[in-house]
């Protein structure tokens, strides 16, 4: 898929900032990411802005830096970080929304919250981001982008938490903080809350693995060709040479594989114009007879395996035309020979 996957903080000190993005690239980066006014602190510290990690797929580079390689993608990513985790607001915690246009991309964003017993609130907010500039393609990969991303923030509050309630079992954080008015130095990083030095890389698998999974992936289609080049009018006038049961039966046995046999040819020309070219039914080995009789109507002999038989109106298809289905049976003498 191409686009940005993105990880944003809302910093005690800084706002909402972005601390790691992965995007795919034709080749390993020649260039330091583009920094814009990147905050420096303990909580907002992920990777270094002159690393990168780097992991390969069929060909494929999958880069993770501190921001995006470029500089229009880097704004775009920032500005998506702030509008998820200080304008947008979903009715369930901890859900996912979609938002965004032509011009500063497409979004979903994933907010979610760690557990930090020396935070505001005592939990820090985070948000996974996905921007992308096919909007189409984006919302038809929702159930699964959507399922993964909520797997990967239940993965970091999970980790959170545990570290959390030993530091509870030691000392009481939440009480030193509450009786503390101004404390200084709380800022803590992922890795920290979640006691793995190396959840950044981790992480970078993750987005790694989002961006080179397609769940939905794109073939040019090329359209079956019209029906064989016959007037509309010989189908018209098919219809009119028949009783209407008996079009409606040949209709049934033509569109769904059962073979129509006829004396008359032009009838199955006609017939051609119900399906495109070079479209091929599966064959259910019944076929359909098609007769000239004298009378109207023939008797239906169901005790024998003839599913149906109707008689037609006379028109201009050399006299009436009776349909008759038998499933392999050879087809009977018809009562009176095509004119």
């Known amino acids: 898929m191409d686009g940005i996957v993105g990880l944003g903080h809302f910093c005690e000190t800084h706002g909402p900032c972005v601390i790691l993005s992965t995007q795919r690239c034709e080749q390993e980066p020649q260039q330091f990411p583009h920094s814009l006014k990147v905050p420096v602190c303990e909580a907002c510290q992920s990777i270094d802005l002159r690393q990168a990690m780097v992991c390969k797929n069929n060909g494929t580079c999958y880069v993770t830096t501190r921001t995006p390689l470029q500089q229009h993608l880097a704004f775009l990513l920032r500005q998506a970080v702030v509008r998820s985790l200080s304008c947008e607001e979903t009715s369930k ?24 017993s020396l935070a505001r609130g005592f939990q820090r907010k985070y948000c996974i981001l996905i921007l992308t500039k096919d909007k189409i393609h984006l919302l038809n990969c929702w159930p699964f982008l959507t399922n993964e991303i909520r797997s990967i923030s239940k993965e970091l509050q999970n980790l959170a938490l545990k570290v959390n309630n030993v ?43 989002l961006l080179s999974s397609e769940t939905v992936v794109e073939k040019p289609f090329k359209p079956p060709e019209i029906p064989a080049d016959c007037p509309a009018l010989g189908l018209r006038q098919l219809y009119q040479s028949m009783k209407q049961e008996v079009f409606q039966k040949l209709c049934y046995c033509y569109l769904t594989g059962i073979r129509v046999n006829s004396q008359n040819q032009s009838i199955l020309a006609q017939l051609q114009q119900l399906l495109p070219r070079d479209f091929s039914l599966p064959k259910t080995g019944e076929v359909c007879e098609l007769y000239a009789i004298d009378g109207n109507q023939l008797e239906s002999d169901f005790a024998s395996k003839i599913t149906y038989t109707f008689g037609v109106n006379r028109g201009c298809f050399e006299g009436p035309q009776s349909a008759r289905r038998s499933p392999g049976a050879p087809p009977n003498k018809p009562r009176d020979a095509m004119a």
Do not use: C
């Open 93 to 116: 915690q901890d859900d996912s929304l979609y938002f965004g246009d032509n011009k500063r991309g497409h979004i979903i964003s994933h907010m979610f919250t760690v557990q930090d």
């Open 167 to 209: 530091e509870q079992l030691h000392k009481s954080q939440r009480a030193v903080r509450q009786a503390q008015a101004a404390p200084a130095g709380t800022g803590r990083s992922l890795g920290q809350l979640t006691g793995q030095p190396e959840i950044f890389a981790q992480i970078h698998l993750w987005f790694a693995w």
